[in-house]
Every structure is written in C-alpha cells, then in structure tokens.
C-alpha cells in the first residue's frame, strides 16, 4: 500500500482557506435561519387576526418580525448596455422612450445621444446643468425637478458650440387618423404625411420626417445637417403600421437627406426618400427637403375643364420629351417657349413623357425611382408648376406619362428597401420584369397600391396635371406577360389575369376621377382586354368590371395603318382592310389614335421615311395619312418632330431637327408646308364638331365606300350631335382620280372644299375644288344623291356643307 504524499506548503493554505470557507457558510446559513425565523416573528405579528386552524396554531402563537428589505440603489441616468448598443447600431425601436426628458425616481431624467460632442447642457429659465459624459456620444443627467421643463440643449464641439432643442422631446407628427389609413392603404394623401415636410410643430420650427419601413430593425436619419452620420438621429417606430418618424427642430427646406435602415440581418442601407418631392440632379441620389410656395394663376382653367366630358371635346395631343424638346432648356425657359408654339398649332393638350425622376436617362424616364419629384434636370418642382400654369394659361391641357408598372433595381431606392421584397412582389418570378429587367409592384400588398393611387392624385392635384396616360398596363394584367410556360402561376381562377393589378388600375382611376374633376386617365394597353374605359361599376363580359380608363390607345389602328402606308402604292390593294378593320371595334372603347415616340425609334425610321416613293411621294403619303387620321373616330396624339416631317429618327441626345424649318434649307416647300398643315388640320379639327363630338357614338359615322380597294380610296362622312356632315375622301394612290362618283346626302345642296392634303401650300401639286361641288340627283353608293369629284394624288380632302 502507497503511503501518501505530503501536501505542500501552497496546498496546505488552499486546504485551509476551503475549511474556513465552508465554515463561514455554514455561520451564514445559521444566521438566515434565525434571521428566517425572526421574520416569521413579525409577520404574525403584522397579520389580521384570523381563527387559525387547530394544526397550525401552535406555530402561530410566537410573533414574528417582518423581512427586512435591501438596501435601495440610487437611480442611475444612464442608460443601460442594451439601449446603448441598440442606438449606437441603429436598431432601436423607440429611441424617444429613452432620450429626451423623462419624469424618474428623485426628479427628471436627461439624456442625449450626440456623437462627437465634448458636452451637452441643459438650458430651461435659469437653469443651466451639464449632463454627464457617459461615453460614446451618450449624456445624461438626474435633475430635482418635479416635472419636465421647457428647455433646450448647449451642444459643445470641439472650436464650437450650438444651441438647439431637443428633438427627442416632440410629439409624433402623424396622427392616429394617419396611421389608421395608411395601416388601411386608404390613405388618399399619402404625401402629405409621409416624406419629408418643414413645418412648425409645438411651437417650434423644423422638418418632420417620416418613413414606410415594416421589416426595418431601426431607422436613422443622415443628410447634411449632420454630415451624413445618422447616429444620433434615430426614428421611432409608430405602432404596427411599420411607420417610422422623426421631428428635427431647425432643419429647412433645401437640406439633403436619406434614411440610414438596418436590415432583419443587421446590415445597414441608405435609401432615398420613396415619398421626396424633390432630388438631387442625377447622377447624384440624395432627397431633397422641399416646401411649395408657388401661387398659381390657372384657375379659370381649372374652373371649366370638367365642363364637357373628355370624349365629347375636340383633343389633339402633341407628346413631348422635355429635356430633348430644345435641348439645354429648363422648365421656366420651356415655359417661354412651348406654349406659344403648341398653341401656335393648334393642339388641344400636350402629353409630357415621364417627368417623375428618374437616374438613367436614356430610358426617356420609364425606369422612375422618384414617384413624387419632377426630375431636376429642368429645375425644381416650383419651376415645373411654372411650365403646367404657362400652358394652362395658354388654353393647352398638360398630360404626363405615368409608370406604375415597375421600377429600377437600384440599391438606394426601392428595391428591397428595408432589407426585404417591399414595393415588389415577394415570389421573384413575379417581382421581376422580364423585358426591361426591371422590379414590378406588389399591387395585392395594401400599402404599395395606397402608395401608387396617392401618386396618381398627387400630381392632378398638386401639380394642376389634367391626365395621365398609363404606361405599359398590358404588362401589368397579364400573369403570363412575355414568360414562358413554367415561368408564371395561374390565379385562384386557373386563369392568366393579375387580379391584383386589375383591382389596383380600379381603385386609381375612380380615386383620381373623385378627387380631381374634370382629369382623364390614358391606357396604353395593346390587347382586347374587355372593358378598359367601361366604368368600373360595370360588369362585363369578363366578370371583373370595367378598368374606369376614360381614353384607350388605339395600337390596333397605329399598327395596321402604318403597315398599310408602308407599301407601295400599287401593293396596296392587298392590304386594303388594315386601313378599314379598325371601323370594325372602333366603338367598342374610347380611343386615342397614337402615332408616338414609340414609332420613329430603334430603327423604325421617323414618319415620313416609313413612307414610300421619292421625297415628293414621301411628304405627300405623310400629309394623306395625317389628315385621314384627324377625321377617323378618335383623338389622336402625334410625336414632337413629326409636325414637319423630320427625316431622322428621334434621339433623346438631340431631340428635334429645328434647323430643317430654316428657309435657308428651302424649308417652305418641304418641312413647313407639312407644319402648315398640321397648324391647318387643327384648326378645322377644332371649330368641326363633326369631327370630334360622336367620337364614341356609332350614330357619328358613316363609310360611303371603305371597299374600293383597287383604287385605293376611302370615303366616309363624320357628323356632330345635330346631323351635320364633313365628307373625308383620300385617294392614296400617286395618280389623279378625275370625275370620281361618290353617294351622299341628298339634303346638302352644295359641298365646299375646306382643307385638301395637295394644295399647293403644303408642297402638293395643287389639283383642288375652288368652286362649291353641286350634287347630281342619281342614287350612288346606297344614297340618293352623288358629287362627282377630282381627286388629288396621294391626297386627303374634306369637305363640308357650302
């Protein structure tokens, strides 16, 4: 058997430090027994008097004493390590529960996050006391008072110091109604609460702002205020309506700001302001605080615009791309200019592609990452309000292109914009856009269409706008837009209808028509979709109802007719029905007839190269094809540069061949005689409601023959509310028809020539009616009456009662 070791001196202190260790514990349990019992003690003593039971009264009999309770710590100010590191990586909730001013055990709690601040003090009346520096940007203080006072903050940094209040010590900004609408997606003035807004609030001036941002940890607002750190600017979260706020005393109008958002993983991001009202010039991204002191002069046009219903007034639109118009120009100086020379031509309205900002371009402003602010390329949104009154005041209508659709992936604007699919649509084959690479809106999400209708209204009311005309809303019904099989899921139906979206397009457009009397909505929708501009309280055939479009472009008819233009002459006689079938489902919705930016770009050739033929034949195919436009059933809308058969196609680079209507250029004869014409088509346009008021009545029109296919002609008569005709007859084939025998009424006595595509003023060849044409009384073409008539080469004439 081993004997055992001797422990060494070392061990033999441990052994002895444990024995008296376990006999300190046991005096100390010893002592809380007696302490225990005590307390027993005075609790019977301090019990009511109750009948105990007989097998606990012999316990009862001695009193006991009450527990003695421990010691209270004293109140400490500061804020605890959770809070700390919450606010420091921005992932505070409720930074207004802990900063500012708070009533506390011995008086009123102080505290301030301000990074890089040497020290803070509190100012209120006489009082003046510095909080103490707990590290970080972190200060606070314990002050004797009984309740929170008015004060300010003394911020000191190094070489300065600033005097300030407390933003921490404000209301929020948005009101229960507020966040019960936008928890709703019902809120119709979204704008007016979200974003960013100088206002004066408790008493003191600064900028509320505020932020949708439901899976966001926390928010932070950066900008130049505080040299784009946005530490000791933390947001509040408003209850469950992912609504974030911040009041900030003494910022204005013209400061720059984002949002600093923490992602679910903790990563930050800094995102411009979905709701700003104005930006940055592109490239750069920044939001810009803005406030509107525009006063506006339009009211007379605004008072009769709702006076006669879109589809029953004449409406002629000239489309225009601002920033290429006159290249250089802003909008104060395009005020100078457009509107003279739109009225100058007669239009009706001008429809402005997208205005909203937009950081690339070269997509014309397709691709928008700035739904609420006109881009600042031209100049702010006051300078844009300018250019919409100019017009107003001209007596022109002012309608822009509206995208909805989808949006840039750019990665400080909205795509994932706190960190998850937000504005899009969370399953990625339908958030992405599979033509343009682009992300499409959630429309079934509440906020998002809340966030998409308020725009809409936003720019009829805010900016006076009279319509709008909604890009790409083919691509925005269909399920299966240009995927392929596997690529798309059906409905709850089994079908390939976006329910979502089809609800969406419904609630703008009878927001919009509530809200803004007199505005018109615009679908650029290329397919048969049942009912676009049925009202949509209507059924339909469909089951969904209407969409509640007022106007609907006719792509049917632009891509017939100009296939039908494009062919020599002597072909056209196989194609004679792509310039008829229109009449065939022209009543079946209100029609806008495009000939758009969309057709003289990306090698499509300008309108008057799609033509064929020498330059003479070219021009004079073009001055047909417009005036045949003008009298066919619809509005119609017409391209900048097409007015005065510009040759190249458009370039945003450039933008309009001006110099082409220089006389040096012999320009009378050639570009300005198409622009005369067009001035001319106009003016009889408007002052003929034959040609406008039955737009979408059957009753307002008639074919004498749409089937003289080898001749190449089509005669048809337009008639306004009271019966009275314009007889539109075009000849397009290069050779003159001589004593060309066409049916009419026979309670016309006279027809006069009032415009005809080959007078001589145009650049035609000058064959014409000088003298009244008299009708012979032998029936033709199923009527009583006929005029016999010469008509020009490659020629459009109208004629009306003498």
């Known amino acids: 058997m081993t004997p055992p070791k001797k422990k060494s001196a070392a061990q033999k202190a441990v052994t002895k430090k444990a024995v008296a260790k376990k006999a300190a514990s046991k005096k100390a349990q010893g002592k809380e027994k007696e302490i225990g019992k005590d307390r027993e003690k005075e609790n019977e003593k301090a019990a009511p008097a109750v009948k105990a039971a007989p097998a606990v009264k012999a316990a009862a009999k001695k009193p006991k004493k009450p527990p003695?309770?421990?010691?209270?710590?004293?109140?400490?100010?500061?804020?605890?390590?959770?809070?700390?590191?919450?606010?420091?990586?921005?992932?505070?909730?409720?930074?207004?529960?802990?900063?500012?001013?708070?009533p506390a055990p011995g008086g009123i709690v102080f505290r301030a996050l301000r990074p890089y601040a040497r020290s803070v003090t509190v100012l209120a009346g006489d009082l003046r006391a510095e909080l103490h520096d707990d590290g970080d940007g972190f200060f606070s203080g314990l002050l004797p008072l009984t309740e929170v006072p008015a004060y300010r903050l003394l911020v000191a940094y190094e070489g300065t110091a600033v005097?300030?209040?407390?933003?921490?010590?404000?209301?929020?900004?948005?009101?229960?109604?507020?966040?019960?609408?936008?928890?709703?997606?019902?809120?119709?003035?979204?704008?007016?609460?979200?974003?960013?807004?100088?206002?004066?609030?408790?008493?003191?001036?600064?900028?509320?702002?505020?932020?949708?941002?439901?899976?966001?940890?926390?928010?932070?607002?950066?900008?130049?205020?505080?040299?784009?750190?946005?530490?000791?600017?933390?947001?509040?979260?408003?209850?469950?309506?992912?609504?974030?706020?911040?009041?900030?005393?003494?910022?204005?109008?013209?400061?720059?700001?984002?949002?600093?958002?923490?992602?679910?993983?903790?990563?930050?991001?800094?995102?411009?302001?979905?709701?700003?009202?104005?930006?940055?010039?592109?490239?750069?991204?920044?939001?810009?605080?803005?406030?509107?002191?525009?006063?506006?002069?339009?009211?007379?046009?605004?008072?009769?615009?709702?006076?006669?219903?879109?589809?029953?007034?004449?409406?002629?639109?000239?489309?225009?791309?601002?920033?290429?118009?006159?290249?250089?120009?802003?909008?104060?100086?395009?005020?100078?200019?457009?509107?003279?020379?739109?009225?100058?031509?007669?239009?009706?309205?001008?429809?402005?592609?997208?205005?909203?900002?937009?950081?690339?371009?070269?997509?014309?402003?397709?691709?928008?990452?700035?739904?609420?602010?006109?881009?600042?390329?031209?100049?702010?949104?006051?300078?844009?309000?300018?250019?919409?009154?100019?017009?107003?005041?001209?007596?022109?209508?002012?309608?822009?292109?509206?995208?909805?659709?989808?949006?840039?992936?750019?990665?400080?604007?909205?795509?994932?914009?706190?960190?998850?699919?937000?504005?899009?649509?969370?399953?990625?084959?339908r958030a992405a856009h599979p033509d343009w690479g682009t992300l499409e809106f959630d429309f079934g999400r509440r906020e998002v269409r809340n966030f998409l209708v308020a725009n809409a209204s936003y720019w009829c009311e805010e900016f006076h706008i009279d319509g709008l005309r909604v890009d790409a809303v083919a691509s925005m019904l269909y399920l299966d837009y240009s995927r392929e099989p596997g690529q798309w899921t059906p409905n709850e139906h089994g079908g390939r209808e976006n329910l979502d979206a089809v609800a969406f397009l419904q609630e703008m457009n009878a927001t919009v028509y509530r809200r803004s009397p007199g505005v018109v909505t615009i679908a650029e929708e290329s397919t048969a979709w049942d009912g676009v501009t049925r009202a949509t309280h209507h059924p339909g055939p469909s089951g969904f109802g209407g969409l509640g479009f007022g106007l609907k472009w006719n792509m049917g008819w632009m891509h017939d007719s100009l296939e039908y233009m494009t062919h020599e002459p002597v072909h056209r006689r196989y194609h004679h029905h792509e310039m008829t079938f229109s009449m065939v489902y022209a009543y079946s919705e209100n029609y806008?007839?495009?000939?758009?930016?969309?057709?003289?770009?990306?090698?499509?050739?300008?309108?008057?190269?799609?033509?064929?033929?020498?330059?003479?034949?070219?021009?004079?195919?073009?001055?047909?094809?417009?005036?045949?436009?003008?009298?066919?059933?619809?509005?119609?809308?017409?391209?900048?540069?097409?007015?005065?058969?510009?040759?190249?196609?458009?370039?945003?680079?450039?933008?309009?061949?001006?110099?082409?209507?220089?006389?040096?250029?012999g320009a009378e004869a050639d570009h300005r005689g198409v622009r005369d014409l067009v001035r001319d088509l106009n003016s009889v346009y408007r002052t003929t409601p034959a040609l406008w008021q039955q737009d979408t009545d059957p009753a307002g029109f008639q074919w004498i023959v749409g089937d003289a296919a080898e001749d190449n002609v089509f005669a048809f008569l337009r008639y306004d509310a009271d019966g009275s005709p314009l007889l539109s007859v075009s000849n397009l084939s290069p050779v003159v028809r001589h004593d060309y025998c066409l049916g009419v009424p026979d309670d016309i006595p006279a027809w006069h020539e009032m415009l005809n595509t080959d007078a001589a003023a145009y650049g035609g060849s000058g064959v014409a009616h000088p003298d009244p044409i008299k009708p012979e009384p032998h029936a033709r073409h199923a009527r009583p009456a006929a005029v016999r008539l010469t008509l020009p080469p490659l020629s459009t004439v109208w004629l009306r009662p003498a």
């Open 163 to 429: 005097e300030t209040e407390d933003a921490y010590r404000f209301l929020p900004t948005l009101g229960e109604l507020d966040l019960h609408l936008i928890g709703e997606g019902r809120h119709e003035q979204l704008w007016t609460v979200l974003g960013a807004h100088p206002r004066t609030h408790q008493g003191v001036r600064g900028t509320s702002f505020s932020v949708w941002a439901p899976n966001a940890r926390g928010v932070r607002l950066a900008g130049t205020f505080n040299f784009w750190d946005g530490t000791g600017y933390p947001m509040r979260s408003l209850g469950g309506t992912g609504v974030w706020e911040l009041f900030v005393p003494g910022i204005g109008e013209g400061e720059l700001y984002k949002f600093d958002i923490t992602r679910p993983d903790g990563s930050h991001t800094l995102r411009a302001d979905p709701l700003a009202r104005r930006t940055e010039v592109p490239p750069a991204t920044s939001s810009i605080v803005h406030a509107s002191s525009y006063e506006w002069g339009d009211e007379e046009w605004l008072a009769r615009r709702a006076e006669i219903p879109v589809h029953k007034a004449p409406f002629s639109i000239y489309e225009i791309h601002l920033p290429s118009w006159r290249p250089g120009l802003t909008y104060r100086q395009l005020a100078d200019q457009l509107p003279a020379y739109v009225k100058d031509l007669g239009f009706t309205h001008v429809e402005l592609m997208p205005v909203a900002e937009h950081p690339f371009g070269g997509s014309w402003g397709y691709q928008v990452t700035g739904f609420y602010a006109p881009t600042a390329r031209l100049g702010t949104p006051d300078d844009f309000k300018h250019l919409v009154d100019a017009l107003h005041r001209a007596g022109i209508g002012v309608l822009m292109d509206w995208v909805p659709a989808h949006f840039p992936r750019d990665d400080w604007a909205l795509a994932e914009f706190d960190g998850r699919p937000l504005y899009e649509h969370e399953d990625p084959l």
């Open 592 to 665: 806008v007839l495009p000939i758009s930016h969309d057709e003289v770009v990306h090698g499509k050739r300008s309108l008057v190269s799609k033509m064929p033929g020498d330059w003479w034949q070219q021009r004079a195919n073009l001055r047909a094809y417009l005036a045949f436009m003008w009298a066919h059933p619809g509005k119609q809308l017409l391209f900048m540069g097409q007015e005065f058969a510009q040759g190249a196609e458009w370039s945003e680079a450039h933008g309009p061949d001006w110099w082409l209507l220089d006389p040096a250029y």
């Open 68 to 102: 003695v309770a421990p010691p209270v710590a004293p109140f400490s100010p500061a804020l605890d390590a959770v809070d700390r590191e919450r606010l420091l990586h921005g992932a505070h909730h409720a930074p207004h529960a802990v900063l500012g001013a708070h």
